[in-house]
């Protein structure tokens, strides 16, 4: 088999895993919605290392909550949520969790007002 069969496998690989570590955090986020902190959260991407040792998860929050507080909380459960990831993933070892606030939909929210606002401007 040619060597970039073997890459394009792993990053096939690596993809579902990323996907599946989105949708199991996004399921036991809502899960344990008793954390307050995990109310308040959506899991938007997850970036896994190419060794696999690492997935870096990125996240929004709702209006009003602190983001560094929010990360640092984040951090303090990732152990927990790593735990209960590995109950569900198949994989021989899951990958230690590194939250990374994502500011994309608020950026987004944004521009949408902006372009309401010009909008509303010209008529």
């Known amino acids: 088999m ?16 990323e996907e599946a570590i989105l949708r199991e955090l996004g399921l036991i986020l809502l899960k344990n919605s008793q954390k307050v902190i995990f ?8 970036e896994i290392s190419p060794d ?12 009003g909550l602190d983001i560094k507080n929010t990360t640092e909380a984040l951090q303090r459960e990732a152990k927990f949520l790593r735990k209960l990831l590995a109950h569900t993933l198949n994989l021989r070892s ?28 010209s008529n």
């Open 2 to 17: 040619p060597s970039g069969a073997f890459h394009s496998m792993d990053q096939r690989r690596k993809k579902r895993i």
């Open 39 to 46: 109310d308040k959260v959506t899991i938007v991407a997850v």
């Open 52 to 63: 696999l040792a690492v997935a870096r998860v990125f996240f929004s929050l709702f209006d």
């Open 94 to 121: 899951t990958p230690r969790l590194i939250f990374v606030y994502d500011d994309s939909l608020a950026r987004g929210r944004k521009i949408i007002d902006l372009i309401d606002k010009a909008l509303g401007d």
